[in-house]
């Protein structure tokens, strides 16, 4: 049961659950909804619940896929084979996306809106299809994987932009504890893009950064990834075009925001320094073990991010 549980990555889930949570919970304070709405909702549960069992099912299948490539880049973290029979994954792996899937369906008929089945099905299939061939082709499983995470805060965004009913007129020259509203643009859809796009810019780079580590193993399986077509140095200078790009845009959020308070971007400050960190480490890097710090560098940067909002809310009530 202990290896089933690590198969399904039970850190990254939580991160995933901590994400939705900690937006839904700021903005269920940060724009005036009615008391019997937003983040305690039992359908706000639902969509983080079948979000969670569609990305369990994604790191199961994925491992079903990379047995072989696996047995050179992570002898000591393979389980499918040793430990769990493959059968036994991939029998999992479609229980929790049937489950997922069934929410999907129940959310979107509640909420009168398509989207969740559409999303939760895209969702599943591109795991898939990403897991079994995407992954070993040139930028493509990078971007789908990256795609897959900026998508987290925008069901967020959806979420409450649809089952609130929002209109731009009704929050317009709102003003949103801790930010101040500075154009036009509906606030639920600017922050959760903005988040969507910090988390695919983060991922895309530290996707790269595993293909770094794990050429030896691609190159087994005939997988072109960035590192095996293009080089290390190539590579290099891909992932830093990528972390400095998310600079930007975080420097682009704190100008707009101007006027606020400096310690609201506490966390962000955390993410661009752990960034710049990943980027002095990559310069350097040859070995596998640079890799991997690299690697948690850019995904505690990530997480700090994402989680940003979380002390937003602190604020709200503290501040």
């Not at 020259?173 to 036009?184: A, L, T």
């Not at 794990?214 to 080089?231: C, M, N, S, Y």
């Amino acid at each position: 049961m202990i290896h089933l549980f690590r198969l399904a990555r039970p850190l990254n889930l939580l991160i995933i659950a901590l994400t939705m949570y900690g937006l839904g919970w700021y903005f269920n304070g940060a724009v005036e909804y009615s008391e019997n709405t937003g983040v305690r909702s039992v359908y706000f549960f639902l969509l983080v619940f079948s979000t969670v069992l569609i990305a369990a099912a994604g790191n199961i299948i994925n491992d079903y896929f990379d047995v072989r490539a696996d047995r050179i880049n992570k002898p000591d973290r393979l389980i499918i084979g040793k430990y769990v029979k493959r059968r036994v994954a991939i029998v999992l792996h479609w229980g929790l996306n049937f489950i997922a899937f069934s929410i999907a369906i129940f959310l979107s008929w509640k909420l009168e809106t398509f989207w969740y089945v559409f999303i939760h099905l895209l969702s599943i299939n591109i795991l898939w299809y990403y897991s079994s061939y995407f992954k070993r082709k040139l930028f493509t499983g990078n971007i789908l994987i990256a795609g897959l995470t900026g998508m987290v805060p925008l069901l967020v965004g959806l979420y409450f932009y649809q089952s609130h009913k929002l209109l731009e007129s009704q929050i317009q020259n709102h003003f949103i504890y801790p930010f101040e509203q500075f154009n036009d643009d509906n606030f639920i859809v600017l922050l959760s893009f903005a988040l969507a796009g910090f988390a695919f810019l983060l991922n895309f780079a530290r996707e790269v950064v595993k293909d770094m580590e794990d050429v030896e193993g691609d190159q087994l399986i005939r997988a072109k990834t960035v590192p095996i077509v293009f080089g290390f140095k190539k590579s290099k200078l891909i992932i830093s075009t990528i972390l400095f790009s998310a600079i930007a845009g975080i420097g682009f959020f704190f100008i707009q925001f101007k006027e606020t308070d400096p310690i609201v971007f506490l966390l962000i400050g955390l993410s661009t320094l752990l960034i710049l960190a990943a980027f002095i480490l990559l310069l350097r890097a040859n070995d596998k073990s640079k890799y991997k710090m690299i690697n948690a560098c850019i995904k505690l940067a990530m997480v700090f991010g994402l989680l940003s909002p979380i002390y937003w809310k602190l604020l709200i009530i503290y501040g």
